[in-house]
């Protein structure tokens, strides 16, 4: 917000075009003043010295937009009044000419009010019986906006634009001290860019691209003189909603008020009058719906985005203040989704399971050593329109409720209020982690029987004994003494169970909370609390809720030597002047990013990582076969993951990482969790990261992982 103290002593307003500029003074004033206004001579020259002389200009709201990382590709925009402040040597001449033709042609002979106009007013309006002229010079149609903007209130907004003599007396004065304050030009640049033009276009950049889709650089005669002419009358004119005759009218008045003050030439004149109306309009896009139709997969992550946002304390102290924010405030935001990343995981998300399909199956992409999420591609369209969608897969919902397939809102990939889904074995990576936080080797080894009687306390779990737990594997070829590689490699729950009870259930709970997994159910955050998660066995094996973007990132901190960085949308915010946004002295948009574990340890992890994907550990035997190798002989590169898989196949996940990339891809129900995926849908995320991750890689380097010193391995 700011004052411009208008009425400074010793300053004139600077001579415009003709040489000079027409002195007002109160005592020229007083009579069309009190005419106008139906009031006295004398109370019509009070009330002009009442009147303040100080103008609080606040700043439009303006649109912000939101790019792709690669600060071209516009995603979308968001705002209340779609407006782009342009100066006014990037506007055509033509559209100068026509406003002033149009609303004030002794715009450059008065200094804010126009005596003459005044007067004429009067005369106009006593013949009338009414007001039928408002004798309303450019200025002053500048300082009702102005107020207007700068109301707090209803009433203040109200105050600014009602017909009463006292708003008027005001919008007088302070147009008289406006002048002394700014030149023609800079009170003409500023009204172009605050004028409502229709379709919810404030100033001539917004109005251009609606009516035109071009710059207002680029505008012809006829054009600028469509434009001018709406300000009076948005709506009555407005030759998108087939008005065409009276648009016509409207546009040809301003083309002969052009003629006679003249600016334009009888020939151009001619010319223009005949010109037929030719708009090219388009629908600047607003909000995550609004995304281009052929990139619709972007919504989810533009929702990512917009929740992203409304946490930023930078924006607000509330998610309403944040909300304001961005719809007003004219940010420049460059995003870290990669459009060719994102084309990639769509393709293998959609050429796996179609979007009708009522699994859904989905993949995030992060950078590691940054947080940047790359792509959130999901088999689903970003649509509030549910009307063609499928039947609910919830027996119990399925006569009230239609399924949120293919189109939804839902944040299916995280960064919502969504819980996610059970993420099955890829959560043995915590405990393999965490007894490697406490000192155990690489080469910790148990004999791993098909089924194992746990030391825990019946819990939610896939198996039970007696008062006690009791984990069974997957195959009996897994039975056999294994450690950290092979029991990874292979994903054995009875070497998991026993690795677990060694290092403590709670200490895995709390490594999962330091890379980032939050408790979205209730049952979670009841056994995740201090002295209950020690009897959490269960938690090995995924029972537990997490994310696409949760365990993603999980993994890119195993990539990046144990830095984890948390997921993070954008590159760049930059406000309408250029500077970043920044917050108790940091830049919103950098990398947050923190040593969560000893480089050690995440070299370590990632060594028996290897054996899950065929790649092959670098200090240790995988145990012969390995759950995922077709994703070493899809990429041909050095890659590590996990897979995993949740009691009877409701859910099916992979995570897969390489130094560069980290990627995770789920299949699951999201509208039933109780609905099987089945064991033919087992392997398609396997396939998903794999191929993604080859496509997103090519041409690049084929970085290797660093190995884990000796004394970790053993």
């Not at 149609?141 to 109200?158: E, F, I, N, S």
């Not at 996940?653 to 390489?658: A, C, P």
Request: one cysteine or more; hydrophobic letters at 40%; charged letters at 20%.
């Amino acid at each position: 917000m700011k004052k411009i103290p208008l009425a400074a002593a010793g300053r004139v307003a600077p001579l415009i075009r003709a040489g000079l500029i027409v002195g007002v003074v109160v005592a020229g004033l007083a009579y069309p003043l009190a005419a106008l206004a139906g009031i006295g001579v004398k109370a019509g020259s009070d009330a002009w010295q009442n009147m303040p002389e100080e103008l609080t200009v606040v700043p439009s709201a303006q649109t912000t937009y939101v790019y792709a990382s690669d600060g071209r590709t516009l995603l979308t925009m968001f705002y209340e009044e779609h407006r782009k402040p342009t100066k006014i040597e990037d506007m055509s001449p033509y559209l100068t000419q026509a406003i002033v033709a149009s609303e004030d042609t002794r715009f450059y002979e008065h200094n804010g009010v126009d005596a003459k106009g005044v007067a004429r007013a009067f005369v106009a309006n006593h013949q009338a019986g009414g007001v039928s002229q408002g004798a309303s010079t450019l200025t002053m149609q500048y300082v009702r906006m102005a107020l207007r903007d700068g109301a707090k209130t209803p009433r203040q907004a109200l105050a600014a634009t009602e017909q009463t003599a006292a708003r008027k007396i005001r919008e007088m004065r302070l147009a008289v001290e406006l002048e002394k304050r700014l030149s023609k030009q800079e009170i003409l640049e500023r009204y172009l860019n605050s004028a409502y033009f229709g379709h919810r276009a404030y100033g001539v950049f917004a109005a251009s691209q609606v009516f035109f889709s071009k710059t207002p650089d680029k505008l012809t005669l006829t054009e600028a003189a469509l434009l001018a002419g709406l300000v009076k009358a948005p709506t009555a004119y407005d030759p998108a909603r087939g008005n065409l005759e009276a648009a016509t009218g409207r546009r040809n008045y301003v083309i002969d008020q052009m003629a006679k003050m003249g600016t334009i030439t009888s020939a151009q004149t001619s010319t223009a009058k005949h010109a037929k109306i030719a708009l090219k309009l388009s629908s600047p896009p607003n909000d995550c719906v609004s995304v281009p139709a052929a990139h619709n997969d972007w919504g989810f992550f533009c929702d990512y985005f917009r929740t992203w946002w409304l946490q930023q304390p930078a924006f607000g102290a509330t998610p309403s203040e944040r909300e304001e924010s961005l719809r007003r405030g004219g940010y420049r935001v460059v995003t870290t989704i990669d459009p060719k990343i994102q084309s990639f995981a769509m393709e293998h998300v959609l050429d796996k399971e179609k979007k009708r399909s009522k699994y859904a199956h989905g993949e995030v992409v992060i950078q590691p050593g940054t947080g940047w999420i790359r792509a959130m591609a999901v088999n689903r369209s970003y649509s509030l329109d549910q009307s063609d969608n499928g039947k609910h897969s919830d027996p119990a919902l399925r006569k009230t409720q239609k399924g949120n397939y293919p189109n939804t809102v839902n944040p299916l990939l995280g960064g919502g209020d969504m819980a996610g889904y059970q993420a099955g074995s890829t959560f043995k990576i915590f405990t393999m982690l965490a007894a490697l936080d406490r000192g155990m080797p690489l080469s910790t080894a148990f004999n791993s029987p098909e089924r194992y009687t746990s030391k825990y306390i019946t819990a939610p779990g896939p198996a039970t004994c007696g008062n006690y737990w009791c984990p069974k594997n997957a195959s009996k070829s897994m039975t056999g003494r294994q450690t950290m590689w092979s029991g990874f490699g292979k994903s054995v729950n009875t070497y998991f169970v026993q690795l677990e009870q060694k290092v403590g259930a709670e200490r895995a709970v709390r490594m999962a909370e330091r890379l980032g997994l939050r408790w979205r159910t209730d049952v979670d955050r009841t056994l995740a609390q201090p002295g209950n998660a020690e009897q959490w066995g269960a938690f090995t094996l995924g029972v537990s809720d997490a994310t696409p973007v949760e365990m993603a990132n999980v993994f890119a901190t195993v990539a990046a030597d144990g830095k984890h960085c948390e997921p993070i949308p954008v590159r760049s915010i930059a406000q309408p002047d250029g500077k970043p946004v920044t917050y108790q002295g940091t830049r919103v948009a950098a990398p947050r990013c923190k040593q969560a574990l000893r480089p050690a340890v995440a070299r370590a992890a990632t060594d028996a990582a290897r054996c899950v994907t065929g790649y092959g550990a670098a200090k240790g035997g995988c145990g012969g076969w390995s759950t995922s190798p077709m994703v070493h002989a899809i990429m041909r590169r050095p890659v590590a993951g996990k897979s995993g898989t949740t009691d009877g196949n409701r859910t099916a996940w992979f995570v897969g990482f390489t130094p560069q990339l980290a990627a995770a891809a789920f299949v699951a129900d999201p509208d039933n969790p109780k609905d099987y995926v089945g064991t033919s849908r087992g392997t398609i995320s396997k396939y998903t990261v794999a191929q993604t991750l080859r496509d997103a890689l090519k041409g690049q380097p084929k970085k290797t992982f660093s190995s884990p010193p000796s004394w970790i391995v053993r």
